[in-house]
């Protein structure tokens, strides 16, 4: 029973560095591009609207609506404006809060995706994405505590 209990504490941990978190955003050249819910790695060549967004200690996005077009490449230049690191992690409602909770469970878990940017304090970061699928989907810091206090907000796909 207790080699039972420690093989699957073991396992977890494997599971939860599998999606790995990190204070580096990977190129999107480096990425191979994986289809989501919420759309596609994009190209900066392709990028057809800068949208800028503050985050702070207050644990809040600003703007924390935003609304783009179905096809749109978007970059989201990403300012830390508090004095602690925050995130900005694009995603379907499901998929963040279960990453939250993974998180709050594994807070030294590092990850590194393109749909995703860590920033530390007074710093700014950017993510590149294509909004290629109409859709409500929404944007969180999850670093254990942030996303619970409401440090998250919403993203509108407008269909074609």
């Known amino acids: 029973m207790r080699r039972r209990r420690i093989l699957a504490a073991l396992l977890a941990l494997c599971a939860a560095t599998a999606h790995a978190h990190g204070d580096k955003h990977a190129p999107a050249a480096d990425y191979q591009a994986e ?46 404006k508090g004095r602690m690191l925050h995130e900005m992690v694009i995603g379907s409602a499901g998929e963040l809060r279960e990453h939250a909770a993974m998180m709050a469970r594994f807070p030294n878990m590092e990850h590194d995706e393109p749909w995703m940017v860590h920033v530390a304090s007074s710093k700014a970061g950017e993510i590149v994405w294509h909004f290629n699928r109409p859709g409500e989907f929404e944007f969180a810091c999850l670093i254990p505590g942030h996303y619970e206090a409401g440090m998250r907000g919403a993203i509108t796909v407008t269909p074609r």
């Open 35 to 80: 289809q989501k819910d919420w759309g596609i790695v994009g190209d900066k060549r392709a990028v057809t609207r800068t949208i800028a967004i503050a985050m702070t200690d207050n644990m809040r996005f600003t703007p924390d609506k935003i609304t783009v077009n179905e096809g749109e490449t978007v970059r989201f230049v990403v300012k830390n």
